[in-house]
């Protein structure tokens, strides 16, 4: 199995949906970095249920922090955290050991786990096991800032409803806003509109799925490396290990294909002493490394696949054909709830990135 991220700073994720509890090892942090234990609750809040459009199941997500840190600080060993599951319904997963759920892992992990796997809410391959990756996430999110390193999501696209563009010419505030918000998105307007659809899908005992769109400002030249460990490869690497991530792109992405180089090359230019692109249709990144303009990433966000609608599947244990007609408490939609766990997935392969670029002590706080 292979369940740790990173190379200089790394995060290994434990525990399953209905376990005991889940949580994650954040190895490799400097030591003196401050952890602000509000600040870690107000992103697990971001990606808890939100009643009208979510999972029915509340967990209250309280972080225990049991090593690693002291007096505020880390310490430089490994910083473990633990979050405890306290509403399951395990009893609503009963007919699904043999009877394996479309669009789900049940299948895969049956075949890699040869049966031995815990089936009950998707087990260890269930979205809850993210919540281990926001808490540490919060750490190195916190730690970026005071770097002048910001990392945003957005609700870019959610079932055909689109929400504005980032404004990099007001791009403070446009961070500032999203921190305020559950619903990540920058038009109100979109955001009812996108919340009604939720809502329509859910009466339907269906479910939707949508495009999250980040950019990272501040981060200085000269990250990533060429050819294996390329900046567009490492934060692929990590977003693609979020469940409902199916597709990433930078800058423009796949429309870069239906241009002609005239059209998608970023020219350079000299402004305010510093050199700057023009436009980013690259995202930030030139060879594989961060060229200090803002880095822009789009994330595919699959339909929740858990839906009451009957489908059709196989009972693996008989192996014939049978409906399937799903039980419990499942979300309708989850980019929502997603979005900080991609804000946190990106600051903590750029704090190994940057751990690698510039030294382990980079993102400490002590004086040298």
């Known amino acids: 199995m292979k369940n740790t991220f990173g190379s200089s700073v790394s995060i290994t994720l434990f525990g399953e949906s ?10 490799g942090l400097a030591p003196g970095i401050t952890v602000d234990e509000e600040f870690i609750r107000a992103q697990m809040e971001k990606r808890r249920s939100l009643s009208e459009i979510s999972t029915p199941r509340k967990e209250s997500d309280e972080v225990r922090i049991i090593s690693g840190v002291f007096n505020g600080k880390t310490t430089g060993t490994p910083i473990t955290v633990l979050i405890e599951n306290q509403n399951t319904k395990s009893a609503d997963y009963s007919q699904l050991r043999t009877v394996v759920r479309p669009g789900h892992a049940d ?17 260890h391959f269930s979205g809850r096991i993210t919540a281990g990756l926001v808490a540490t996430g919060a750490i190195a999110l916190d730690a970026l800032r005071k770097k002048g390193i910001y990392v945003a999501t957005h609700i870019k696209r959610l079932a055909k409803i689109s929400d504005r563009d980032f404004n990099f010419e007001r791009i403070d505030e446009d961070i500032c806003e999203l921190d305020q918000k559950s619903f990540g998105v920058l038009d109100d307007t979109a955001a009812e509109q996108m919340i009604s659809e939720v809502k329509n899908t859910q ?13 990272i400002v501040g981060l200085p030249s000269g990250v990533g490396e060429p050819w294996f460990d390329t900046l567009e490869g490492v934060l692929s690497h990590i977003l693609f290990s979020i469940p409902a991530i199916k597709g990433v792109e930078f ?17 350079f230019c000299v402004s305010d002493g510093e050199v700057i ?24 966000v699959k339909p929740t696949p858990s839906i009451f609608k009957e489908q059709n599947t196989v009972d693996i244990d008989r192996m014939e054909n049978t ?26 392969a750029l704090a190994d990135m940057l751990a690698l670029r510039f030294g382990t002590d980079w993102l400490s706080e002590v004086e040298k």
């Open 18 to 27: 209905h376990g005991e509890a889940v949580g994650a090892v954040l190895d």
């Open 203 to 215: 009466r339907d005992g269906d479910s939707v799925g949508g495009i999250l769109e980040s950019c």
């Open 323 to 348: 409906p399937l007609s799903i039980k419990g408490r499942h979300d309708p939609a989850v980019v929502h709830r997603a979005r900080v766990v991609v804000d946190s997935a990106i600051a903590l």
């Open 107 to 123: 299948y895969t992990a049956y075949e890699k786990y040869h049966g031995y796997s815990d089936p009950r809410g998707g087990g």
């Open 251 to 267: 800058g423009d992405g796949f429309a870069l294909a239906d241009m002609r180089g005239s059209e998608s090359n970023d020219e």
């Open 277 to 300: 692109t023009k436009t980013n249709r690259m995202g930030g990144i030139l060879g594989g490394i961060s060229n200090a303009m803002p880095i822009t990433v789009r994330c595919a």
